[in-house]
């Protein structure tokens, strides 16, 4: 919880990871990719929240606890497993990792889990199975993930539409899907979010969140996001432009707020690359520079209060405390649009 | 006598496919030697893991670009530190195309790749486009002015040139009669539609300068090995 000029905010950090990417259980191109993490923390983090990369490859659980629930505001994180099995022998962190980490602090974290339509038949028998052990509802994909001959895979494939089907009949609501920095040599373009769109329509029961607000496609993402109602930007690795490029962060927000609106759009830290505490304070202490709220409006508390937690709330049955008000804003900054007339 | 300058110049026409810029703007060119009748350049993209696609394009546009200065006969790119840098500098060295390159694991082909340069075209255009509708509206036009300008009516200006540019590499119609806001297909934007195709182009533009913005931070963090935050965003 945080509160700031007599206004009190509910927090729930949308997207959390418990890695270990540290030498003991890294391979040369794991390496790579914490190095390519650390790259983001580094280039993005206010000075003061920067870490070693000694500490940022393998943190404990008590920095974990300690940036997240004692100094950060959160109230709620929710887990988004990465395996990576092919970088980190024993996973960058697992839903069986994760759950260890949940279990050790009852009430303070949501698990997710995933899954992999190319094991088929088998895979789905196991999904099963995972869900019956952690009763997760949401789960994290990576479809610009290789496995044996496959170069990545589509939401609307054959097989990932039986898991998607296997999750609306278990209750698994909320599918989180990165659509993000490729890995591997793709011949397809794995940013693109075309799929998000069939399987929106589709399964109309789920919620799409797509994460990075599909940076560095906000433009294909808003395009989807005006047409399927189901269909969430998640703020990882968009949230940290506040500090560094704070007119580019008004910028997506405001167009966020435009073509999806106020309710679908998730705060979270993708800690450990960035820290919930600073962006919290920040992003309630953000306003559109003056200049742009003329295309953008303004951002009131009501909207902040959304985006910090009662969105995800909502996705995810979290109990929010009596004091957080949730009635609706009556209205949401000024009149927006495109300058049509000279400026 | 080859001069760094013309090298330089040459590779300045090079762009990052997805954020629209020259290599020499975005600081991807690491080293750069030019010696008798040859030139060897290094560069070094933000990230290890930035696409390989986008890699590939980058070095193989550059060798081009080096091999068109007069008097090179012999041009090497390298690429530093990226996870498939061994693959992208064999398949350079072979004169092998992406497909080929990355054959052991991969089995794409250059249609693919086209595909994707062709995307990122369309998207650079409606990005410059929008950019300069902006610019334009700040010096008193209105939509209706824009919707019914041609080609030969706008007027000159730096954002101008590079719109012409992008709008040529699309193979769409640059005359003096052509009219001036059109979607990526060349098909004229009516007068009742430009403020809501303005109002998207506006999220392409934000979306590829942003995403600039953010490997720019990323590259000057790995150079340095230290935040870099005090270069200033780019003003609209």
């Known amino acids: 919880m945080y509160e700031k000029d007599g206004e009190k905010y509910f927090v729930v950090d949308g997207h959390v990871h418990f890695w270990n990417a540290g030498p003991d259980n890294r391979n040369k191109y794991g390496k790579m990719f914490i190095d390519c993490f650390y790259g983001y923390h580094s280039a993005l983090s206010p000075e003061e929240y920067l870490w070693d990369e000694e500490k940022f490859a393998d943190y404990s659980e008590e920095t974990m606890m300690h940036d997240l629930f004692e100094i950060g505001y959160v109230d709620k994180a929710i887990f988004q497993p990465t395996y990576l099995l092919d970088f980190f022998p024993n996973g960058f962190n697992t839903t069986a990792q994760d759950a260890v980490m949940a279990d050790n602090h009852p009430d303070k974290f949501i698990l997710n889990s995933s899954f992999e339509p190319r094991l088929g038949e088998q895979g789905l028998a196991e999904f099963e199975e995972k869900h019956k052990r952690y009763g997760f509802k949401g789960v994290k994909l990576y479809t610009a993930e290789w496995h044996e001959d496959s170069k990545g895979w589509k939401l609307n494939d054959d097989w990932a539409r039986r898991y998607l089907e296997k999750c609306q009949e278990l209750g698994v609501k909320n599918i989180h899907v ?95 690359i960035w820290q919930p505490k600073w962006l919290v304070e920040m992003f309630v202490d953000f306003q559109i520079p003056e200049d742009l709220q003329g295309e953008y409006g303004t951002l009131t508390p009501d909207i902040k209060r959304k985006i910090l937690g009662l969105n995800a709330a909502k996705l995810y049955d979290i109990e929010v405390p009596p004091e957080i008000p949730q009635e609706e804003p009556a209205m949401a900054g000024g009149e927006t649009g495109y300058p049509e007339r000279p400026l | 006598m080859i001069t760094e300058a013309s090298v330089l110049d040459a590779l300045s026409g090079v762009r990052d496919p997805e954020l629209d810029e020259p290599i020499t ?52 790119v390298v690429l530093d530190d990226h996870h498939t840098a061994d693959e992208i500098n064999a398949g350079m060295v072979g004169g092998l195309g ?63 040139v590079t719109y012409l540019s992008r709008r040529r590499e699309l193979g769409l119609d640059v005359s003096a009669t052509a009219p001036f806001v059109v979607d990526p297909e060349g098909r004229p934007i009516p007068e009742e539609a430009v403020v809501q195709h303005l109002r998207f182009a506006r999220v392409t533009r934000l979306s590829i300068e942003s995403n600039a913005g953010f490997c720019r931070g990323v590259l000057a963090a790995r150079q340095a090995g230290a935040p870099d935050i005090s270069e200033r965003e780019a003003t609209l």
């Open chain 2, 98 to 160: 992406f497909g080929s390159t990355f054959h052991s694991f991969e089995d794409t082909d250059g249609d693919s790749l086209d595909e994707l340069r062709a995307i990122f075209r369309r998207k650079a255009f409606v990005s410059r486009q929008e950019k300069l509708c902006r610019a334009m509206l700040a010096d008193g036009y209105s939509s209706e002015d824009l919707a019914n300008m041609s080609i030969g009516g706008l007027p000159d200006s730096e954002a101008k």
């Open chain 2, 25 to 76: 703007d975005l600081k991807f060119i690491s080293d750069l030697r030019v010696g008798e009748g040859a030139v060897d350049l290094r560069l070094r993209l933000p990230t290890p893991f930035c696409a390989p696609n986008f890699a590939y394009l980058m070095v193989a546009d550059a060798r081009e670009a080096l091999l068109a200065v007069p008097g090179v006969r012999r041009a090497s």
């Open chain 1, 178 to 272: 990165h659509k993000g920095p490729t890995i591997r040599p793709l011949n397809k373009d794995a940013f693109n979010v075309d799929d998000v769109d069939h399987v929106a329509s589709e399964f109309t029961e789920l919620n799409f969140i797509v994460e990075h607000v599909g940076l560095p496609r906000l433009d294909d993402f808003c395009w989807i996001g005006v047409q399927e109602p189901n269909v969430y930007g998640g703020l990882a690795v968009a949230m940290p432009f506040i500090y560094s490029r704070p007119r580019y962060f008004a910028q997506i927000i405001g167009e966020l707020l435009y073509w999806l609106d106020e309710d679908r759009i998730l705060f979270s830290s993708d800690y450990a």
